[in-house]
């Protein structure tokens, strides 16, 4: 079992900027990957960026170049860095861990980011 709190989240204006953490307790040795999705009103979750060990790092096209996801190693906290927000940023952000051999997928409770225009 993995559990995981957010932090970080807020309101900001349009070019502003802000960072997600997301702490992870329990079995954190068996993590395969962690990441960050976003899920906005009445959309479908989406997959923002993902670290895996050795600091490997992916990312979806509408936030590369502004985004960064870092975990400096298996105890730290992962982090979101947001630079540039624009209004369509604007969703609830969910930490995503994939865990174990069975690659089983644990979530944080989410936390709000608002980007005023």
């Known amino acids: 079992q993995v559990q995981l709190v957010e932090s970080g989240g807020g309101l900001v204006e349009t070019g502003g900027s802000l960072t997600l953490s997301c702490a992870a307790s329990?079995?954190?040795?068996?993590?395969?990957?962690m990441a960050w999705y976003r899920q906005a009103p009445g959309a479908q979750r989406e997959l923002v960026a993902t670290v895996i060990s050795g600091g490997r790092t992916t990312y979806a096209d509408s936030v590369k170049g502004r985004f960064t996801i870092s975990r400096a190693n298996a105890v730290s906290p992962v982090y979101l860095q947001m630079n540039n927000l624009k209004p369509e940023d604007t969703a609830v952000y969910y930490c995503?861990?994939?865990?174990?051999?069975?690659?089983?997928?644990?979530w944080g409770q989410g936390t709000q980011v608002t980007v005023s225009s």
């Open positions: 995503n861990a994939n865990a174990g051999s069975r690659a089983r997928d644990y």
């Open positions: 329990g079995s954190i040795f068996s993590i395969n990957y």
